[in-house]
């Protein structure tokens, strides 16, 4: 086991894990970050997605000892009331069903939006793609994108 210093949220942590602890599970199971989400393990699903240094990560198949000084921004660290533009735009659309998939769509789309603030839809398919809804609701989440860009702009 070794001591980690890390930095999420704006917040200095400590977590003494093993180093090759996923940091899914370093936020989940040591620091009580229960926002991200495990889906699926292997990083196909997208909903443990969080941003290192404002990129869009996989959480659960990043080992802790791979983050060093890198900021983690997590869905909790997005905003503090839930208003960022991308989480107002999600209510807006009506996006969630079953709303399990929801903080990882909610951190790609938010990386995306923090690169290209006017992204195309071929690029939001392209940015999104990998992050997986089992309800299907596609469509909003590329609607809600869209919204959140022109509010981002105004």
């Known amino acids: 086991m070794a001591i980690y210093k890390l930095q999420i949220n704006g917040r200095s942590y400590d977590a003494d894990v093993e180093p090759d602890t996923p940091l899914l599970w370093v936020l989940r199971d040591n620091l009580g970050l229960v926002g991200t989400k495990y889906g699926c393990g292997i990083a196909q699903c997208g909903a443990c997605t969080v941003h290192m240094n404002g990129n869009a990560m996989r959480s ?3 080992p802790v000892a791979a983050v060093g000084t890198s900021k983690i921004t997590t869905i909790e660290g997005l905003s503090v009331d839930g208003d960022h533009p991308v ?5 807006e659309v009506d996006v969630a069903q079953c709303g399990y998939c929801q903080a990882g769509q909610i951190m790609s789309a938010t990386a995306l939006l923090t690169k290209n603030r006017k992204p195309t839809p071929e690029e939001i ?3 999104m793609n990998g992050n997986i809804c089992r309800c299907g609701t596609y469509h909003r989440i590329r609607e809600a994108i869209a919204l959140a860009a022109t509010k981002l702009i105004e």
Do not use: G
């Open 60 to 62: 659960c198949v990043l």
């Open 125 to 127: 398919d392209n940015a």
């Open 87 to 91: 989480q107002l735009a999600w209510d």
